[in-house]
């Protein structure tokens, strides 16, 4: 099977049957060989950011590696894009289809993305990149900006509660 470089636009795999817990995340997988046949979840990366984790969507295909990337694309997001650290750098999630001319606005809708930032009474929106103050009503309405790990991720995808990624 081969494999691409962590690339703002290309498609990688979610394991679903890898040990989970917090020492997992640190593990290393580099080695590992991957089955093709094995039932995966599917993301792409958006935004790529080794200091403050990385920006990806998740989409509702799940099973063995297709031979076209549109199978995965074609089925729609699970959940609103979310930030993972981790998952790459351990070559835990690995990727699996190039996407030639990726446009994050066009084809991952990044403007529209949003998350909160800040704490109690101070809340600044990220929306698409940029910041801006709002006030603390506002900011119920939004996501809280969280960083999750590999295993939480597959953890929520598993057991279908997608409630967990969203904070």
Sequence with gaps: MEYFEKKEGNIFFITLFLPGGVKENIKN??????????????GRLIEKNDSTGDLIEIFKY??????DKSIILNSGRLTDPIYTTLAFDRSRWRFIFETDNYDKNKDSNYSEITFILGTENSFDLWKGGTKQRISNDEAKKY?????FNPTRVEDAIKTNNLAQLQQ
Excluded: R
């Design 29 to 42: 997988y580099k080695s590992f060989k991957f089955s093709e046949n094995e039932t995966y979840a599917y």
């Design 62 to 67: 799940t099973g063995e590696i297709p031979k």
């Design 143 to 147: 996501n809280l900006w969280t960083i």
